[in-house]
């Protein structure tokens, strides 16, 4: 008789299991936790269920929960912080699809990014004055399992599209140092293009001071223009 696959609910619990080992001893911040239990969890169990433990996306899954923790680690010098930014790119590229696949509300996802954009920035200024031999928390990701990512793992989940650009109202061509207003609850705020990824399909703004930071994907930025909660600073 052939064994009975594994129920959804127990792969989740031992994902879990696996996940909670993994955060307690990262020192990662509490939405981070909350985002891999409640969400990443959800896109693992749907990863195994269809396509099982050996496949390259289920694989990919679980390299993104590393490497998402070992971003988030206090870096030991430049060689350390040049490997994070260096890896950035390919794991927002992986996060983004992921919420993408999990349907996650624009809202949440922005929230998200917002927070590790303010978190990494942070950690690549202390990096850089870091002395090498300081002891940092220990995970399961070593700095060569993340400089070379394979491309485009998550490649083939589906994910909601988002509204169909304008001509009209066609986002501009930024280049770095430009300003842009992002308006949003009765407030703006008025931050600086710092980074574009090498394939321009991420964007990463912050304000002067590097205290407030956002990670946009090229679609998302587009709808923001789309919808008039993004926008050049008028001309003075």
């Known amino acids: ?9 127990d792969v989740l619990n031992k994902i ?4 909670a080992q993994q955060l307690k001893k990262s020192g990662a911040p509490e939405e981070v936790h909350v985002f891999l239990m409640r969400d990443w969890s959800r ?31 206090p870096k030991r010098g430049m060689e350390e912080t040049t490997t994070l930014l260096r890896m950035l790119p390919t794991l927002l590229s992986r996060l983004h699809a992921g ?13 998200l990014f917002e927070r ?17 031999d300081e002891e940092g928390p220990i995970t399961r990701l070593r700095a060569e399992d993340v400089t070379s990512p394979e491309e485009s793992d998550l490649h083939d989940l589906s994910a909601p599209e988002l509204p169909t650009a304008d001509p009209r109202v066609a986002q501009p061509k930024l280049q770095l140092g ?11 705020r008025e931050l600086l293009l710092t980074w574009i990824s090498p394939m321009g399909g991420m964007y990463l703004f912050a304000n002067e001071q590097g205290l407030d930071a956002m990670t946009l994907t090229r679609a998302r930025l587009d709808a923001k223009f789309q919808a008039g909660e993004a926008s050049l600073p008028p001309v003075l």
């Open 116 to 132: 590790l954009a303010m978190l990494h920035a942070a950690l690549a200024r202390e990096g850089l004055q870091a002395r090498p």
């Open 99 to 111: 919420c993408a696949a999990l349907a996650m509300p624009l809202g949440d996802r922005d929230a």
């Open 1 to 9: 008789m052939a064994e009975k696959p594994p129920r959804a609910s």
């Open 16 to 19: 879990q299991d696996e996940m």
């Open 178 to 188: 430009d300003r842009v207003v992002f308006k949003g609850q009765g407030s703006s």
């Open 43 to 73: 896109l693992l169990v749907g990863l195994y269920v269809a396509k099982g433990n050996q496949h390259s996306d289920w694989k990919a899954g679980w390299e993104t929960v590393h490497a998402l923790l070992w971003s988030l680690a």
